[in-house]
């Protein structure tokens, strides 16, 4: 399940007026009233809507963090926090980490996924898989982390003594841990899903189960789900040989090395005797030996997909999304088995169950609907929701007109079907809907019990079952798990009979009464294929661990949870969540061998409402900042505020008090941010600032700017596929005004080719001046302070400059290269590269420009500059895990008055 960006969780930085204030990755702004409970071990942060689920979480973790720490061999080292998200947040998924403290954010909306995680219940699996990962990531074995914990909590003070090194783990082994976690309490989970079997045993299969490939993140199918698929068959390997205590304990032993948190051997060599190569090629051969006899669908291929899709029946056509390449705009398929014909277009819809609504596609997803609210339902090809269906995971529509549905704020524990507005049953699969019928699978203790409406037609042992189709013999085919994977099953009056003689086979429809469509899946992708039925007297492969034959200790039953009341509810606030978050100092000497240093104290809550910080800087220019600064972003006016005063004035100090400019002693800085429209493949918001520039005592901008974006990127693309995002902004300062605006336009095509055309423009209405900047800023660097849209970003200027007016015409067109390279030994793995080619054209006018050989400004009139470069960038992965890109680029200039004729540069980018 998703986590937060681990360069936040280890370096809490300054932040400026240039982004005082973002958009939280928690929560939704305006999202309803939140309450926290307290108790011994953890604080439960919820709402009044969610309170029974409230009261049942608190009763499950008063059992699982005793179980925890005694399979961990290690108690959390402070409270946990474990939120529970409203309804204004429809998600399938959850995440943890250690910043801004030891916490967890759960969302309601795995109802839509509950067939993936092979579980019934989607809140004790978000529980035991979360917890764990808070219990992996918490550990600090040595008492250097517990003192820089101490100190600065999980931030970072002096690199590299590191308060959390197992947030550098590899997911491999983090999501892995949390997958064996969350299988061995009786309620099934991943490990005993046919779509996991059926993955794992296709890669070993094909001899794809190495060091380089799992370790790594890599940009290889299945992309990050292999993490979860593979770790997760890694751990049960290890638990199956040294038992579960050993695999967890390993976090702890691991957490030892504070100093250099990416060893790999040695921690494993504490745990089990035996260092990670050794145990990792045993389960290597163990897997391809098991693999040996994995069998997959042989039939006619229709269509090739990187990513997952279900198959449906919409009128007379079957529909799938497919994406062959992984990297482009998906392809929707509408295949006629009447007349043999398959139609391929171009189209957004997502690879869930698809419906057909007034001759309009419709497909089930989770999306923002508006600025407050993400929600589950039917959204159509342009990203808008059906009406009606907000809340509602749609599982069909009955011949009367009635919607089945999930409907999400009951089902945050186990899927809850409604006929309309009439609860109708708690199910543990998704539901086929034919004609009046519904189809669905029960889960009573490790029994699967097929239902038609009410009634129980069959039970079998197992977690993982699917109903797919009904034939007009009132037969009923349903995916379950084979001997190595997942297959077609069919049960009617001759009992259950396996269908197809393969493993790999994820989803089904009917053709006719002797062939159907299949999803199916191998080492490289998922192929849609037509094949034939061929019935043999087979149930489902029932699939065992040691601790489905063996009592496994400590013997704690999570499946029987009584819920602990709350008897009052308290709000959640500033006052009641605000904590000490992380500390971090950093420092370096110059090449005057003066000594620079960054140090911040952050405080936030567990929510990330609130972020306080007070900071101290000393300056490439010797001068030193102190100050504070306080975000606030739970409402829809986001807002930021920072103050700071100078301690000590470098300037003055290295011009011997005859300073360059007449600096301040203390300034302000506010940033606004208002989300006007979010929905559909739109985002479009407004953005003020203004910030008292601490060298220029008279410069103290005030921006404002309306930006709208409507861009997409599909899949693993390097770039935007398409799109078109526009900003319009002004400037007033010192009683002048700027107005401009920019614009960027989006395509792509073939083989991994990428396309875009920019243009800004800005205009000054005052006199320009270099001395106080007083003009549109054209900069040769990036500006980390105050937060300005008119400038200009320049990296071949001699020095910054100003102008009256500044246009720029820019096209750029990339080539990507698949040639990766992924190390296992050598920290740095490289998995694409780009090829980009530009032409800019600037149209500057009254330009301004310092000059040192002649000790002052100069005014070069008006300049037109024609400047080409060529960019190579790399898609690298530093330590296994952090994605940074790097950049260089070479530009060619025209004109060499302010710009140098040919400058090379590099930059570094780190996506979050």
């Known amino acids: 399940m998703r986590g937060t960006t681990l360069f936040a969780l280890c370096f809490p930085f300054l932040v400026s007026a240039q982004e005082l204030v973002a958009p939280n990755n928690a929560v939704v702004p305006n999202d309803q009233p939140y309450f926290i409970k307290n108790s011994e071990r953890s604080e439960l942060i919820y709402t009044k809507g969610n309170k029974k689920f409230a009261e049942y979480t608190l009763g499950f973790e008063k059992k699982l963090l005793p179980l925890y720490d005694q399979t961990f061999g290690y108690s959390l080292d402070s409270k946990l926090s474990v939120g529970l998200i409203s309804e204004q947040n429809q998600i399938a998924n959850g995440f943890s980490t250690q910043y801004p403290n030891n916490r967890q954010i759960n969302y309601m909306g795995g109802a839509q996924s509950i067939d993936y995680f092979a579980s019934p219940s989607w809140l004790d699996t978000l529980l035991i898989h979360e917890t764990a990962h808070n219990y992996q990531t918490n550990a600090k074995a040595s008492p250097v982390s517990r003192g820089v914990h101490t100190i600065a909590r999980n931030g970072m003070f002096l690199f590299?003594?590191?308060?959390?090194?197992?947030?550098?783990?590899?997911?491999?082994?983090?999501?892995?841990?949390?997958?064996?976690?969350?299988?061995?309490?009786?309620?099934?989970?991943?490990?005993?899903?046919?779509?996991?079997?059926?993955?794992?045993?296709?890669?070993?299969?094909?001899?794809?189960?190495?060091?380089?490939?799992?370790?790594?993140?890599?940009?290889?199918?299945?992309?990050?789900?292999?993490?979860?698929?593979?770790?997760?068959?890694?751990?049960?390997?290890?638990?199956?040989?040294?038992?579960?205590?050993?695999?967890?304990?390993?976090?702890?032993?691991?957490?030892?090395?504070?100093?250099?948190?990416?060893?790999?051997?040695?921690?494993?060599?504490?745990?089990?005797?035996?260092?990670?190569?050794?145990?990792?090629?045993?389960?290597?051969?163990?897997?391809?030996?098991?693999?040996?006899?994995?069998?997959?669908?042989?039939?006619?291929?229709?269509?090739?997909?990187?990513?997952?899709?279900?198959?449906?029946?919409?009128?007379?056509?079957?529909?799938?999304?497919?994406?062959?390449?992984?990297?482009?705009?998906?392809?929707?398929?509408?295949?006629?088995?009447?007349?043999?014909?398959?139609?391929?277009?171009?189209?957004?819809?997502?690879?869930?169950?698809?419906?057909s609504i007034d001759n309009r596609y419709y497909s089930i997803d989770s999306r923002h609907t508006s600025a407050e609210k993400i929600s589950q339902g039917l959204f159509d090809e342009d990203g808008y929701i059906l009406q009606g269906s907000s809340g509602k995971i749609v599982q069909g529509y009955l011949k009367n007109g009635s919607v089945a549905y999930f409907k999400t704020s009951e089902s945050y524990r186990s899927p809850q079907l409604y006929i309309n507005d009439e609860f109708y049953d708690e199910v543990h699969s998704s539901v086929l809907v034919q004609e009046n019928d519904l189809f669905y699978f029960k889960q009573v203790d490790d029994q699967r019990i097929l239902y038609r409406n009410r009634k129980a037609l069959i039970a079998f042992p197992g977690f993982y079952s699917i109903v797919s189709d009904v034939d007009e013999r009132g037969n009923i085919y349903f995916i379950a798990n084979s001997a190595l994977g997942s297959s077609l099953y069919r049960y009617g009056k001759a009992g259950i009979e396996k269908v197809i003689d393969a493993d790999n086979v994820l989803s089904a429809k009917l053709l006719n009464d002797n062939q159907v469509i299949v999803t199916a899946v191998n080492a490289d992708e998922y192929y849609f294929a037509i094949t034939d039925l061929k019935a043999k007297k087979t149930s489902p492969f029932i699939v065992n661990y040691f601790w489905d034959t063996n009592s496994v200790e400590p013997d704690v039953d999570l499946t029987d949870t009584a819920p602990v009341a709350i008897d009052s509810d308290t709000h959640y606030g500033f006052a009641n969540s605000i904590r000490y978050a992380a500390g971090s100092f950093f420092t370096q000497k110059d090449d005057e061998d003066n000594t620079l240093y960054t140090a911040a104290f952050n405080f936030s809550d567990p929510l990330t409402y609130h972020n306080l910080s007070l900071f101290a800087q000393r300056d490439a220019d010797l001068t030193t900042q102190v100050g504070i600064s306080y975000a606030n972003n739970q409402h829809r006016?986001?807002?930021?505020?920072?103050?700071?005063?100078?301690?000590?004035?470098?300037?003055?100090?290295?011009?011997?008090?005859?300073?360059?400019?007449?600096?301040?002693?203390?300034?302000?800085?506010?940033?606004?941010?208002?989300?006007?429209?979010?929905?559909?493949?739109?985002?479009?918001?407004?953005?003020?600032?203004?910030?008292?520039?601490?060298?220029?005592?008279?410069?103290?901008?005030?921006?404002?700017?309306?930006?709208?974006?409507?861009?997409?990127a599909f899949g693993t693309s390097m770039f935007l596929n398409k799109g078109i995002e526009s900003k319009v902004y002004g400037v007033r300062d010192r009683q002048q005004n700027i107005l401009g605006g920019q614009m960027g336009v989006y395509t792509s095509g073939l083989w991994q080719t990428y396309a875009n055309a920019k243009v800004q423009y800005s205009h000054f209405d005052g006199d320009v001046n270099g001395y106080y900047q007083e003009g549109i800023l054209l900069s040769k660097s990036v500006a980390f302070f105050g937060n300005d849209p008119s400038g200009f970003y320049m990296p071949s200027l001699y020095e910054d400059a100003v102008a009256s007016k500044a246009g720029k015409a820019e096209f750029n067109i990339s080539k990507v290269f698949n040639g990766a390279y992924y190390g296992f030994w050598f920290p740095i793995s490289i998995r694409r590269q780009a090829l980009t080619l530009s032409y800019r054209y600037y149209d500057l006018s009254d330009v301004i420009s310092y000059v040192s050989d002649r000790s002052g400004f100069v005014n070069f009139g008006d300049i037109n500059l024609r400047q080409t470069a060529v960019s190579v960038e790399l898609d690298t992965l530093f330590f296994h895990k952090f994605s940074i890109r790097l950049k260089i680029e070479s530009v060619f200039n025209d004109d060499e008055r302010v710009t140098e004729k040919n400058k090379t540069y590099m930059s570094v980018a780190v996506p979050f």
């Open 160 to 355: 590299p003594i590191f308060a959390t090194p197992n947030a550098f783990e590899s997911s491999f082994i983090l999501e892995g841990n949390a997958v064996l976690n969350e299988s061995w309490h009786g309620e099934g989970g991943r490990l005993y899903s046919g779509r996991y079997r059926a993955m794992y045993h296709a890669h070993a299969q094909a001899g794809y189960l190495t060091k380089s490939r799992l370790y790594n993140n890599t940009l290889n199918f299945p992309y990050g789900e292999g993490h979860y698929i593979f770790g997760g068959f890694y751990q049960a390997f290890l638990a199956e040989k040294y038992n579960l205590f050993p695999v967890n304990n390993y976090f702890w032993q691991r957490s030892k090395n504070w100093y250099f948190p990416f060893t790999i051997n040695t921690p494993s060599r504490r745990t089990f005797g035996w260092d990670f190569d050794t145990l990792f090629s045993q389960w290597k051969l163990q897997s391809e030996n098991i693999s040996d006899n994995f069998r997959m669908v042989k039939g006619e291929i229709i269509a090739r997909s990187q990513f997952y899709s279900d198959i449906s029946k919409t009128n007379e056509f079957l529909v799938f999304v497919s994406n062959e390449s992984g990297n482009r705009q998906p392809i929707l398929n509408e295949y006629n088995a009447l007349n043999d014909v398959l139609l391929r277009k171009k189209s957004n819809l997502n690879g869930s169950r698809i419906f």
């Open 637 to 712: 006016l986001m807002y930021g505020l920072q103050a700071y005063g100078i301690a000590e004035n470098g300037l003055e100090e290295i011009e011997n008090n005859n300073p360059l400019f007449e600096t301040r002693d203390f300034g302000l800085g506010l940033d606004l941010r208002y989300p006007l429209i979010k929905q559909g493949h739109w985002d479009i918001y407004g953005r003020s600032g203004y910030f008292q520039d601490y060298k220029n005592i008279e410069k103290e901008p005030l921006s404002f700017s309306l930006s709208a974006n409507n861009v997409q």
